[in-house]
C-alpha cells in the first residue's frame, strides 16, 4: 500500500490558541480512513489545512508523491481532492443537478467564447456532458427527489447527499467528508455507509470525519484519534477502541 | 415605421440595455459597479477617435465599435486584477472612484477633446445596428447560464469558499466577469458616441453609472431579462411620465424608493426571499 | 510662505469635506450601510442656510443653526422612509442604495424645481475684513468656517467619548445585539446617529455657501462621491479618520490647485483612494468607533 495523502508535523496556530499541534500521518490509497475525536480537538481545522482553505502554521502536505503545501483550494481540487462541508454549503440559486455540475467543471471540455451561438460544437454538448456526470453523481449517492429542485427545499440528509454528489463530480482520487452522517437516523447511516463503500470500490480514497461511532466502526480500515489538536491514537477499529488513551480523552481526561 | 423621436428612444434604450447588460454580468458573480460609465466612456471615445480621427485608414463601424469594446475590457482586467481581491462597501467604493478617475482623465486629455468633448462624430449607428447587438448579447447571456462559467459567476455570488473548494479558479473568473461587464459597456459607449455625435466626460459621470446600476437592482439579476426590464422601465417611465412636467423625475426617484422598499430583489427575482 | 497660505485654504476646504465624512461614519459604524444622499442632504443644508438669509434676514450664526435643525430633521425623515423599511426587510446591502440613491435624486429634482439649475448666488456673510499674519492673510469667512469646523469636531469628539449617547452609539456599533441586551434602543440610536451626521452634512453646506459664494442644486453629488473617499481613507466608520482624511485631501486638493492644473483637482482624490485600497484596504486609520470589523 502506498501513501496517497501525507501530512508531515502538521501545525496550525490561530493567534494563540495551536489548533493542531505536530500532527504527522498518511491515509491509504484505497482505503476509507476516519479521523475521531472529542469536539473541538482539530478535526475540521484538519479538514481546512488538507483542502488548502487555511494554510498551516507550520508543517507539509503531500499528495500522491508531490508537495503541494501552501496551493490554493482550487488548485487543490485539480490535484485531485475534494470535500464536502459540516455546515452544508450548496449554492442556494442553483437547482441541486447545477450544483453538482458545478463540481463537474473540471472535468468539461473548455467550450469557446462563440460556441455559445451554436455551431457543431456548441455548448449543449457540454451541458448534457455535464448534466449525464451530475445525474450519475446523484444515482451514486442514491439521491431519489428530482434534480431541478432547490437545495433549500429538502431535508439536511438530502443535502448532505447533494454535497457528496458535488463533490464526487469533480472525480476526486481522495474525498473528504466531515460529519456527513450528522443528522441521519440508523437507517439512513446505514445507507450512507454503504455508499461509501460503494465510493471506495470505485477507486477513490475516502477519508471520514464522523461522531457516529456505529458507523466509523462498521466501515473504516484505519482509524486516527485526535485530542487537543494531537493524534494520539492509529490503527485497526478495533485496536483504537481499546486504546487506555482513547478512552482516557473521551471520558474527559483532557 | 418609427418616427425619428421614436426611433431614437428605441436607440437610446438599447444603449442602456447594453449598460444593464454590463452590470449584470459583474453582479451575476457577486460584483458590484458602480463605474460602469467609466469604461462606457472608454469606448465611446476610443470607437469615436477611430471611425473620425484616425483617418490613415477607413475604419468600419463594426470593428470600431469592436475595438472599443475591446479597450474598455482590457482596462476592466486592469482594474479588476488588484480590485477583485477587495468585496462588498470597497468594492462599490472603489469603483465609484475608477469611474471618476477615467471621466478626469479624459477632462485633462486634450487629443480628446479635453473638457470641452469631441464632436464631429459621424452619425453610424442605426437602429439595426443597436438591436443587433442587444439581440446578441441577450442571447449570449441566455445561453452562458448553463454554461460551466455562467454557473462558476453564480456559485461565486452564492459562496466564495464553496466555490472555490469546487475547483473553481476565483481569481480568474472574477476577472472574467469584470472585463466580459467592461466589454460590453464599452460596446455600448461606442453606440452612444455615434448617435449623440458629441462627446464629452461629463456625459459619463457617476450619475450615468447610478443609472445602469439601478437598471440590474430595479430589474433583477437573476437572468437577462432582469436588466432588460429595469432598462426599459426605467428609459420609458419618464416618457409615460411626461404629464408630471417638471416633476417626473421627482415621481420617478419615489418609485424608485417604493421598489426598494417594497421588491428589493428587483421585478424578475426568484420567488425566495431576495438574496443579499 | 505660498505654500502655507495654499495649506490654510486647504485645512478650510477640508474641514467641511471632514464634517460630511464624519457623517458617513457615524451612520456606516452604526449600520454598516452606504448613505448615498448625504451629499444631498449637505445641499440641502446651504439651501435651507440661504432660505433663511433670504426670509428670516438671518445672520451667519442664525443661518448655520437653521441648517442643523433641518437637515436634522431631514436626518431623520430620510432613516424612516428609506433605511428603516428597508433594513427590516434585510434586502442586503443593495436596497439602501437603492433607496438612498432614490432619496439624493429627489431632494435634487426638489431643489432644481424651486431654485432652478444654474447656480444661485449666496449672498456675502461677512465684511471683507482680513487679517494678517506677517504675509499671511485670513478673511473672516474663513476665519469663521474654520473656528466653526473645527469647534463642531470638538464636540463630535466630546459626543462620542464622554456622553450616554455617544457611547450608547459606539455600543451599537461594535454588536447590535449586546447593545440591546444592555437595554439601549438600537432604534432610537439611529435616529440620533442620522439627526447628528445630517446637521453637521448641512453645517458643511451652508460654510462651503460661505466660502464659494455661490450654491447649486448639482452640489451634493460630488459630496457624495468625496465623503465615501474620504471615509474609505480615513477607514471605514472611524471618526477621527474621517476627520484626518478630509483634511488630507482639502490640503491635497489646494496643493494641486496650486501647483498641478485645476482639473486635475478631482483626479488626486481618487487617485489617493486607489491607492489607499490596494496598499491599505483597512484604512489609513483602524478603530474609531468599531474597533476593527
Known amino acids: 500500500m502506498t501513501a496517497l495523502l501525507e501530512l508531515r508535523s502538521v501545525t496550525q496556530r490561530f493567534g494563540g490558541f495551536t489548533a493542531l499541534d505536530d500532527v504527522s500521518c498518511s491515509i491509504e490509497a484505497g ?176 477519508l471520514l470525519v464522523e461522531h457516529n461511532m456505529r458507523l466509523v466502526m462498521a466501515i473504516s480500515d484505519h482509524v486516527s484519534v485526535l485530542s487537543a489538536g494531537k493524534v494520539i491514537a492509529t490503527g485497526t477499529p478495533s485496536s483504537v477502541q481499546a486504546d487506555p488513551a482513547v478512552i482516557a480523552a473521551y471520558l474527559g481526561n483532557v | 415605421m418609427l418616427s425619428s423621436y421614436q426611433e431614437s428612444i428605441a436607440i437610446f434604450l438599447g444603449v442602456n440595455v447594453l449598460m444593464a447588460f454590463s452590470v449584470y454580468v459583474p453582479t451575476s458573480a457577486g460584483l458590484i459597479s458602480l463605474g460602469q460609465a467609466g469604461f462606457m466612456a472608454i469606448g465611446a471615445y476610443a470607437s469615436a477617435y477611430l471611425t473620425s480621427r484616425f483617418t490613415a485608414f477607413d475604419v468600419p463601424f463594426g470593428l470600431a465599435l469592436f475595438l472599443g469594446g475591446a479597450a474598455a475590457g482590457i482596462v476592466g482586467v486592469l482594474v479588476a486584477a488588484p480590485a477583485v481581491r477587495i468585496r462588498g462597501i470597497y468594492l462599490i467604493i472603489a469603483t465609484l472612484g475608477f469611474g471618476e478617475i477615467v471621466r478626469v482623465l479624459f477632462v485633462n486629455f486634450e487629443p480628446l477633446g479635453g473638457a470641452s468633448g469631441l464632436s464631429g462624430i459621424q452619425p453610424l449607428t442605426t437602429l439595426s445596428w443597436v438591436v443587433a447587438i442587444c439581440l446578441f448579447f441577450f442571447v449570449f447571456l441566455w445561453r452562458l447560464r448553463s454554461t460551466p462559467l455562467g454557473r462558476a459567476f453564480v456559485a461565486i455570488h452564492e459562496d466564495e469558499t464553496a466555490a472555490e473548494a469546487m475547483g473553481i479558479n476565483l481569481f480568474r473568473t472574477k476577472l472574467m466577469a469584470f472585463g466580459g461587464g467592461a466589454f460590453i459597456a464599452g460596446i455600448a459607449g461606442g453606440l452612444y458616441a455615434h448617435f449623440a455625435l458629441f462627446i464629452d466626460p461629463s456625459q459619463f459621470g457617476f450619475s450615468k453609472s447610478a443609472e445602469a446600476f439601478l437598471f440590474v437592482i430595479l430589474g433583477g439579476s437573476v437572468n437577462p431579462l432582469g436588466p432588460v426590464a429595469g432598462a426599459i422601465v426605467v428609459t420609458l417611465l419618464p416618457e409615460f411620465l411626461r404629464f408630471l412636467q417638471d416633476w417626473r423625475m421627482s415621481f420617478f426617484a419615489v418609485l424608485l424608493i417604493a421598489c426598494a422598499v417594497w421588491r428589493p430583489g428587483g421585478l424578475i427575482s426568484y420567488r425566495r426571499a431576495a438574496h443579499p | 510662505m505660498v505654500l502655507l497660505q495654499q495649506i490654510i485654504n486647504g485645512v478650510m476646504l477640508g474641514s467641511t469635506y471632514a464634517l460630511v465624512a464624519i457623517g458617513y461614519s457615524l451612520i456606516f459604524g452604526v449600520l454598516r450601510l452606504l448613505h448615498f444622499a448625504h451629499g444631498e442632504v449637505f445641499m440641502v443644508g446651504a439651501f435651507i442656510a440661504l432660505c433663511s438669509v433670504w426670509f428670516l434676514n438671518a445672520g451667519p450664526v442664525l443661518a448655520v443653526v437653521c441648517a442643523a435643525v433641518g437637515c436634522a430633521v431631514l436626518g431623520v425623515v430620510i432613516e424612516f422612509v428609506a433605511f428603516r423599511p428597508v433594513r427590516r426587510r434585510s434586502g442586503g446591502m443593495l436596497a439602501p442604495i437603492v433607496s438612498s440613491l432614490g432619496v439624493g435624486l429627489l431632494l435634487q429634482e426638489v431643489a432644481t424645481n424651486i431654485f432652478g439649475a444654474d447656480q444661485t448666488r449666496f449672498p456675502p456673510q461677512f ?101 465615501l473617499v474620504v471615509m474609505l481613507i480615513g477607514g471605514l466608520g472611524n471618526v477621527y479618520g474621517a476627520m484626518i482624511g478630509g483634511l488630507v485631501l482639502g490640503i491635497a486638493e489646494v496643493l494641486t490647485v496650486g501647483y498641478l ?33
Request: proline letters at 4%.
Open chain 1, 31 to 206: 482505503s476509507i480512513s476516519s479521523l475521531i475525536g472529542p469536539n473541538g480537538a482539530g478535526k475540521t481545522t484538519l479538514f481546512n489545512v488538507i483542502s488548502g482553505l487555511v494554510m498551516p502554521s507550520a508543517g507539509s502536505l503531500g499528495f500522491n508523491g508531490t508537495d503541494y503545501t501552501g496551493r490554493r483550494p482550487d488548485e487543490i481540487v485539480r490535484l485531485g481532492i475534494a470535500r464536502n462541508f459540516q455546515q452544508v454549503r450548496l449554492f442556494p440559486a442553483l437547482s441541486v443537478i447545477e450544483n453538482v455540475m458545478v463540481g463537474a467543471h473540471l472535468r468539461l471540455p473548455r467550450t469557446g467564447l462563440l460556441d455559445f451561438m451554436g455551431g457543431p460544437f456548441n455548448a449543449d454538448r457540454v451541458d448534457r456532458l455535464a448534466r449525464s456526470i451530475a445525474t450519475e453523481m446523484l444515482d451514486l449517492v442514491e439521491f431519489k427527489s428530482a434534480g431541478d429542485t432547490h437545495p433549500q427545499q429538502l431535508t439536511l440528509v438530502d443535502q448532505r447527499r447533494i454535497e457528496i454528489a458535488r463533490a464526487l463530480a469533480s472525480d476526486p482520487r481522495l474525498l473528504l467528508l466531515d460529519e456527513p452522517a450528522a443528522g441521519m437516523n440508523p437507517s439512513e447511516s446505514n445507507q450512507l455507509g454503504a455508499i461509501i463503500r460503494k465510493i471506495r470500490d470505485l477507486g477513490r480514497t475516502v
Open chain 3, 127 to 227: 465684511e471683507a475684513t482680513v487679517y494678517h499674519f506677517g504675509s499671511l492673510f485670513v478673511t473672516s469667512t474663513q476665519l469663521f468656517i474654520l473656528a466653526t469646523s473645527f469647534g463642531l469636531m470638538l464636540l463630535v469628539h466630546l459626543f462620542i467619548s464622554k456622553t450616554k449617547y455617544g457611547l450608547a452609539m459606539r455600543a451599537v456599533a461594535e454588536n447590535v445585539d449586546v447593545a440591546g441586551l444592555l437595554g439601549i434602543n438600537s432604534n432610537a440610536v439611529v435616529v440620533l446617529t442620522f439627526a447628528v451626521a445630517s446637521a453637521l452634512g448641512g453645517i458643511a453646506g451652508v460654510l462651503v455657501g460661505f466660502a464659494f459664494s455661490a450654491i447649486s442644486p448639482f452640489m451634493g453629488i460630488s459630496m457624495t462621491i468625496k465623503g
Open chain 3, 261 to 293: 492644473a485645476s482639473s486635475y483637482r478631482d483626479a488626486f482624490s481618487f487617485a489617493l483612494l486607489i491607492l489607499v485600497l490596494l496598499v491599505r484596504p483597512q484604512g489609513l486609520f483602524a478603530g474609531g468607533l468599531r474597533a476593527g470589523h
